[in-house]
C-alpha cells in the first residue's frame, strides 16, 4: 500500500507543478532549452534543465529562480531581460496585478520661497518575477531598470527585503 500511495503523491505532485507552469493558451518553456531528444541514454535519470542567468551588478540569484519550474520570459534569471541604467529602492504599494507591482518612491522637495521642504512620491510600475511569490505590501524592494516590457512597466525587482513599515507612510523621514 505504501509504495502505491507514494507513486501515487510523487504523480500528484508532479502534475501540480506542470499546470503551475502550463497555465496560458501557448505552450510556456525556456527559449534556451530543447525539450524534443529523440535519444537518451539514462531514461531512468531525465534531469529538468533549467537555463539561468546571473544579472550581475552585485544582485544573488534567488533559490527559487534555481530550483523552481516557473517560465517568465520578462524574469531577470531566466527570461531574455537584461538590467541597464538605473537602480532603484522602494516600497511595494500594490501587488493587484498579475506579475506587476506598483512601488512607491518617496523624497523631499525644498521649497525656496519657505526655506521648507515638502514630502512628494513616485509610483513606477515593475515587474514581479514568481521567485518572489513571498513579496508582501510594505516590503522593500530593490528596481533595476530594463527595456519596456510592456506600456508603463520599465523596471523588474531585483530585491526583496522584509522592511518597511506601512502603505502609504514616510518611513525614510
Not at 539514462?42 to 534555481?66: D, H, I, M, Y
Request: aromatic share 10%.
Amino acid at each position: 500500500f505504501s509504495k502505491i500511495a507514494s507513486c501515487f503523491f510523487f504523480r500528484l505532485k508532479h502534475a501540480a507543478r506542470d499546470t503551475m507552469e502550463q497555465n496560458e493558451r501557448a505552450y510556456q518553456k525556456q527559449d534556451a532549452i530543447f525539450e524534443n531528444k529523440k535519444r537518451l541514454l539514462k531514461k531512468a535519470k531525465r534531469s529538468e534543465a533549467r537555463w539561468v542567468k546571473n544579472v550581475g551588478l552585485g544582485f544573488k540569484t534567488p533559490k527559487e529562480a534555481r530550483e523552481g519550474h516557473y517560465i517568465d520570459k520578462k524574469c531577470p534569471w531566466t527570461g531574455d531581460v537584461s538590467i541597464r541604467g538605473r537602480i532603484l529602492v522602494g516600497v511595494l504599494h500594490s501587488l493587484k496585478m498579475k506579475r506587476t507591482c506598483i512601488v512607491r518612491r518617496d523624497y523631499l522637495h525644498y521649497i525656496r520661497k519657505y526655506n521648507r521642504f515638502e514630502k512628494r512620491h513616485n509610483n513606477l510600475a515593475a515587474h514581479l518575477s514568481p521567485c518572489f511569490l513571498d513579496a508582501e505590501l510594505g516590503d522593500q524592494v530593490t528596481v533595476g531598470q530594463c527595456r519596456p516590457l510592456s506600456k508603463t512597466v520599465r523596471f523588474n525587482v531585483l530585491k526583496v527585503s522584509k522592511q518597511g513599515s506601512g502603505k502609504k507612510q514616510f518611513s525614510k523621514f
